[in-house]
């Protein structure tokens, strides 16, 4: 079966088959884990979120949008969603536990900084996308993390391509205008240290 075209496997799969659903599964499954690792901050959660995934794929069959013979857009929008959800459910308890101190070793404040400045980054690209619409927030990753055009792209979050192309630029202005300051918590928190 894994040489048969998708879309006739999708076909099957949308009839019910659920073998021809395991070989979606088979052929997806690492793309759309790859894609929630990369929004989520432990590999758990990465996991549950490609499950979820998957389970909407099958419950909402039906209404599933196709993109050049593939479900795979589809299959990443709806992590990214997910993964989004979960962030938003555990930020406060990861903020609580990242504020909480831990022991010292002889190289430690130079793997503390950079830990520090690698949570930095990666806490305000989350925010700074978290800020952005929803729409603008999924062509974003739809474009720049899984390289689907524009064109591709617009249909999976409900847009025309003029207008996703539109949204874009504005969403990439936005978060590039983010980024280009710090922001005060994280300015206070490294400052923090330096008064000991």
Partial sequence: MSDENEAEVWRRAYDGDGA?????????????????CALVDRTHDAEDATAVAFFELWRRRRSVTIVDGTVLPWLLVTVAHTARNQRRGGLRYRRLLSSL???????????????IESEVLGIRLREALARLDVKDAALLTLTALDGLTVADAAPLVGLKPGAARTRLMRARRRLQGDLATDPPHVTWFLNEGERA
């Fill in 20 to 36: 021809a659903f395991a070989e979606i599964f088979r052929r997806h499954r690492d793309g759309v884990f790859r894609r929630a």
């Fill in 101 to 115: 101190p831990r022991a010292e070793t002889p190289d430690a404040e130079q793997e503390a900084v950079a830990a």
